[in-house]
C-alpha cells in the first residue's frame, strides 16, 4: 500500500501518526517537549549553518539548558510539533539576560531565581535556597539538594510531601508556561494563553504536565535509597506513592480543565530504564508503578480529548505491555541503543498498538561522530524500520546535545523525508 499524497496539516499528520494511519509525510517532532530539543550552547551555530539570520539566543529548560527553537528552524525542517509553553513569555521583557558556559549572551526566564557563587551558578527556589549547580566545567545542572535524603521512611508519614516538591530542581524551576500557580488567576491565565496559541499554529500542540511516579522519589530520596526502599517497604512505599498520586491527580484535574481543550497530547514523565533494560523488574513495576500510572493517563483521558505520552528512557522492551495496557498511546525517546530496543522488533512486536515517538537517530553514537552522510543514511535505515503502517513520529533519541555538530543536525532533518 502506497503513501497517502495528499497534503496534510501537521496537526493532521501527528494526529495520523497517532491513529496509527499512514500520512503524506513522515511527522517530525523537534523541541516539542523537553527531550526532543537543541542545547542553548550550539543553537546560534545552527541558526549560522542554515543561514538564517541571528537571534537572541533564548534558554526555556534551565536545568538541561535549552533553547527555544524559533519558528524559522521549525519551518525550514518541517516540524510538525510545538510545546504549550511557547504561547507564553511571549513579551521581550518577559526574559532577562544571562550567560551560558561558554561566555555567550542569552535570555532566561525573568521568574527563575539565579545566583553566581565564584565560578558556580546556582538555581535557587524562591527561599533561596540551592536546588542545583552549574559547575564551571559543566554544560548542565546537576541536582544537588535532595530534601527527604535523611528521613527515616520506615516511619515517616510524609505529610509535608506537597513542600517537599518546592526543594528539588526537577519540581520546581518550571519551564514556560508551568511557571503559573494552579490557583483561579493563573488557571485563567493559562487557559487563555494555551487557546490564543492553539488558534496561531497547525502544529500539534504537547502539554507538559509530568506527574512522574517513579522519578520523583528519586529526587526526594536520592535514586539509591528509593530503589532500596521499593524493596525493603514495599507497603511504605505504596503509602508514599498514593500520597503521591493523589496530588498529581489534584493538579493534573486543574490543569486539564485549563488547557485540555488546546492541546493533542499529554506528556508524562517516568525513565524506567536504563542501557541494559528495566530499572526494576516486571512484576515489581506491575505491583508499584503501574497502578498510579493507569489511574492518571486514564483520567487524562476521561478530562479531555488528548493522547497520553510517557517520556521513558532506556531499555524498556520488558515493561511495553504493562505501558500500552496502563493506556499510553505514545512512548518517546525509543533508545534504541539499549538492550531490547530495536526498531524492527519493537515495530514488529509492538507497532500496532503504541506510537513510537523516537528512535530515529541514535544521539549517542551517530549524531555527533558521524559523518553528515552517515548521519543521512542511518536515519533513511531507522525511518525503513518506523514508518510502516504509522505508528511513528521522527525524533532523535533525546537532545541534540553541546557537542554535535550543526551540519549533522541539519542533515538528520534534511533526511528524514527523502528516499
Known amino acids: 500500500m502506497g503513501y497517502n499524497q495528499k497534503a496534510m496539516t501537521s496537526r493532521e499528520r501527528i494526529c495520523a ?75 521581550e521583557e518577559a526574559w532577562k539576560d544571562w550567560v551560558l558556559p561558554d561566555g555567550t549572551p542569552c535570555k532566561i526566564p525573568y521568574y527563575i531565581p539565579i545566583q553566581k557563587q565564584g565560578n558556580d551558578w546556582f538555581l535557587l527556589n524562591s527561599k533561596g535556597q540551592k536546588l542545583a549547580v552549574l559547575k564551571k566545567s559543566s554544560l548542565y545542572f546537576e541536582q544537588t539538594h535532595f530534601p527527604l535524603e535523611d528521613r527515616d521512611f520506615a516511619a515517616d508519614e510524609f505529610d509535608d510531601l506537597e513542600e517537599a516538591l518546592a526543594q528539588t530542581v526537577w519540581t520546581d524551576v518550571a519551564s514556560p508556561g508551568a511557571h503559573l500557580p494552579l490557583n483561579d488567576k493563573g488557571l485563567a491565565e493559562m487557559a487563555e494563553k494555551a487557546r490564543k496559541f ?20 528519586q529526587m526526594l530520596f536520592r535514586m539509591d535509597q528509593y530503589l532500596v526502599y521499593l524493596s525493603l517497604y514495599p507497603d511504605k512505599t505504596l503509602r508514599f506513592s498514593e500520597k503521591l498520586c493523589a496530588l498529581h491527580m489534584k493538579n493534573l484535574e486543574k490543569w486539564l480543565a485549563a488547557v485540555g481543550p488546546y492541546i493533542d497530547i499529554i506528556l508524562f514523565g517516568d525513565d524506567l530504564g536504563g542501557q541494559t533494560g528495566p530499572l526494576i523488574s516486571p512484576q515489581m513495576y506491575r505491583e508499584m508503578i503501574k497502578p498510579f500510572h493507569k489511574k492518571l493517563w486514564m483520567r487524562a483521558k476521561e478530562l479531555a480529548d488528548v493522547k497520553v505520552m510517557l517520556h521513558c528512557c532506556g531499555g524498556v522492551r520488558e515493561l511495553m505491555e504493562d505501558l500500552i495496557d496502563a493506556g499510553l498511546d505514545a512512548i518517546n525517546p525509543v533508545q534504541i541503543t539499549a538492550k531490547g530496543m530495536d526498531p524492527g522488533g519493537l515495530k514488529k ?62 542533515a538528520m532533518f534534511d533526511a528524514i523525508n527523502k528516499p
Open 349 to 410: 512486536d509492538f507497532g500496532d498498538r503504541i506510537t513510537l515517538w523516537g528512535g530515529g537517530c541514535d544521539t549517542r553514537d551517530v549524531l555527533p561522530h558521524s559523518s553528515p552522510e552517515q548521519v543521512a543514511a542511518h536515519v533513511r535505515e531507522q525511518v525503513d524500520w518506523l514508518r510502516p503502517k504509522g505508528g511513528f513520529v521522527f525524533q532523535q533519541v533525546h537532545n541534540i546535545l553541546a557537542d554535535v555538530p550543526t551540519e549533522n543536525a541539519a
Open 198 to 217: 492553539r488558534l496561531s499554529t497547525d502544529r500539534a500542540v504537547i502539554g507538559l504536565f509530568g506527574g512522574n511516579m517513579f522519578e520523583i522519589p
Open 17 to 91: 501518526a497517532l491513529n496509527h494511519q499512514e500520512s503524506d509525510l513522515i511527522p517530525v517532532d523537534f523541541s516539542g517537549h523537553r527531550s526532543s530539543g537543541i542545547a542553548a550552547l550550539i543553537y546560534s551555530d545552527l541558526r549560522k549553518h542554515l543561514k538564517l539570520p541571528p537571534k537572541s539566543v533564548r534558554v526555556y529548560d534551565m536545568i538541561q539548558q535549552l533553547a527555544v527553537v524559533d519558528e524559522d528552524v521549525l519551518d525550514r525542517f518541517g516540524v510538525d510539533t510545538v510545546e504549550m509553553g511557547r504561547g507564553f513569555l511571549t513579551e
